[in-house]
């Protein structure tokens, strides 16, 4: 039994109505269909979710072909309402008899297998194992700390240094969060951001972020901006322009000062995510692009929108210095960026090799661990005021 979560179907509802989600499910169905054998049943078991039963399976790699085939039917690109729109899943997969023999069963753990995939960044799948119970509980539970932890001053925004490649000058600082919990330590956003997003609480946190951020940024040299990580799923909602211009004007920071770092959202093809990069633009304040080189990246992005910024992933700069391809990627990003004004920030730079290559490439900033990690509040105002000196 497969379980299947279809991605952006609530970002593609959200954004182009109803029957637009609708018929991207429609798509989905149709395509899923036509990856299965004549026996086997598909079956939309409500929301974007699906069913699929495999029969007569001689072995494991006989469904993970099968998984495979969906992934690849499901990844070209919808046409819907005359929008292309790209999307994804997340699947999670019990096999009987071992992970049961009635239906319910199989599904049931078939539901926490897809729980298990979703926690590894979606897009990809899982077999049902012993043990994904209790962590799907965990989870719930890390939900509910989380909400609380957004009142209970758990949260803190830390800082990490950006820096001119040129002259080593803080142009500005990022804002990475850090959850402080009391009896498992410090949790990374990696692990709770997506949580937030599935949850919904991502709005309350990003909101906070921002507040957090831009009032923290007030105190620095007026040179220095501030950056702050938008997800997805707050890019989306039609009242994030409002929400930026509350945290600039609480907090007095001249909307020049604020930069806004957004991943490529599935929807940048979209007319509608292109209007919210404007309306933001008005704004007055930068957009950044981050992570570029993974996921969704591609050169022809560039051309949609004017970037004030293109973010490097630092999985291109982890092998800028080997043999692969690594490094004539960054030049052709370096040259496409120059050539419309915007500015490149190469991330998690570690070591002086590293920098080098960057700085003969043209990059024209740099962050990353060789000059410091993300730091406390205070420890970047001790800093900035030092740096400045
Ligand atoms: P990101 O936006 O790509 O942030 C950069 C991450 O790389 C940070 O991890 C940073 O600490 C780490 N890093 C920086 N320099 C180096 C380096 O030289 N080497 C290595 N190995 N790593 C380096 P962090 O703070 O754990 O954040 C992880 C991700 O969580 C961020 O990736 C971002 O996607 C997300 N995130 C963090 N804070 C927020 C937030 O306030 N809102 C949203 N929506 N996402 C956030
Ligand atoms: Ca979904
Ligand atoms: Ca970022
Ligand atoms: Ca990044």
Redesign the pocket.
Known sequence: VLYIDIDEFKAVNDALGHSAGDELLKGVAERLRGCLGDADVAARLGGDEFAVIQMAIKDRAETTRLVDEIHSAIRQPFECMGHLITTDASIGIALAPGDGVHLDQLLRNADLALYGAKADGRRTYRFFEAGMDQRAKARRSLELELRQAITDGSLE??Y?PVLNIEDGKISSC?????WRHRERGMI???EF?PIAEDSGL?NE??QW?LNAACAEAVNWPAHVRVA????PV?FRSQSLSLNVAAALAASGLPASRLEL?I?EAVLIRDDAALDALHQLRKLGVRIAL??FGTGYSSLSYLQRFPFDKI?I??SFIKDIAGPGASSSIVQAVVNIAAASDMMTTA????TEQQRNLLYILGCTEM????FS??ISAADVRRLLLSHRA
């Open positions: 925004t830390y990490q990022e804002a990475l969060l850090r990374s956003p990696a951001i991502i946190l990003g972020v702050v990580n938008i997800s707050q770092e991943t981050d992570d973010k992933d630092r991330e998690g730079v570690e962050q990353g661990y060789l990690p993300a």
